[in-house]
């Protein structure tokens, strides 16, 4: 079966541009997170969606970043315009049930010059 | 208030000892779940274990195991007979409400 799959693996950008993650939860997954890593912060959770709701963007840096879940098997993470700071690995990750455990994607590495 | 503690930023240990690595958490949901996940360096999140706030019994998954104390509210991770190829950082993570918050990790160095 296959799992969670990000794309792209990694993305160098310049300082203002717009940069677009992607997700493909695992088949039958109701939940779906998106998590930003960076050596400063760890492990930041951003955004949760259950059945393709919204439930808690309170982990949203800011405006700049806005996700969307439109149907089932697809979510995006968007960043815009673009800044150094943002430059991470960001993680998707889905769940079949309230208290088990998430399936992670590989990341996205994003680098912002 | 940190939701979930790791005091040991870093641990080295000698090839085939046992090794535990420490983690604390707090909640006021009684429903809630405990799990350990790994981090090599090439980045991948690795699943290891779970615990569930409900069980009674302490979880084991091979060479992995997960020392609960709820009252005090600890969750230790427990590696036996440790590999060269278990060297990788060690997240302690809590789900409560669905949400999962991670701790900031132990970096595991196996000596050789």
């Known amino acids: 079966d296959a799992g969670v799959i990000q794309s792209p693996r990694h993305e160098v950008t310049e300082m203002g541009q717009e940069v677009t993650l992607r997700c493909k939860p695992i088949?039958?997954?109701?939940?779906l997170f998106w998590y930003r890593q960076t050596m400063m912060r760890g492990l930041e959770l951003l955004i949760y969606?259950?059945?393709?709701?919204?439930?808690?963007d309170s982990g949203m840096p800011e405006d700049r970043f806005s996700a969307k879940m439109p149907n089932a098997s697809f979510s995006t993470l968007k960043i815009q315009p673009s800044e150094p700071r943002d430059s991470a690995v960001y993680f998707c990750?889905?769940?079949?049930?309230?208290?088990?455990?998430?399936?992670f994607g590989e990341g996205s590495r994003l680098t912002v010059l | 208030a940190q939701k979930i503690t790791q005091t040991q930023p870093g641990m080295f240990v000698q090839e085939k000892e046992a090794v535990t690595l420490d983690c604390t958490y707090d909640?006021?949901?009684?429903?809630?779940?405990l799990f350990w996940y790994k981090q090599p360096s090439s980045g991948e999140m690795i699943f290891l274990i779970y615990?569930?706030?409900?069980?009674?019994q302490n979880a084991t998954e091979g060479r992995y195991s997960l020392n609960f104390q709820k009252a005090r509210k600890s969750a230790n991770l427990v590696i036996s007979a440790s590999q060269l190829g278990d060297s990788a950082m060690y997240f302690c993570?809590?789900?409560?409400?669905?949400?999962?918050?991670f701790g900031t990790g132990t970096r595991l160095t196996i000596i050789p």
């Open positions: 969606f259950n059945n393709n709701v919204p439930i808690d």
């Open positions: 993570a809590m789900r409560e409400y669905e949400k999962l918050t």
């Open positions: 088949s039958g997954h109701n939940s």
């Open positions: 909640t006021s949901d009684p429903s809630y779940g």
């Open positions: 990750a889905s769940s079949g049930q309230a208290v088990g455990e998430l399936f």
């Open positions: 615990q569930g706030s409900y069980d009674q």
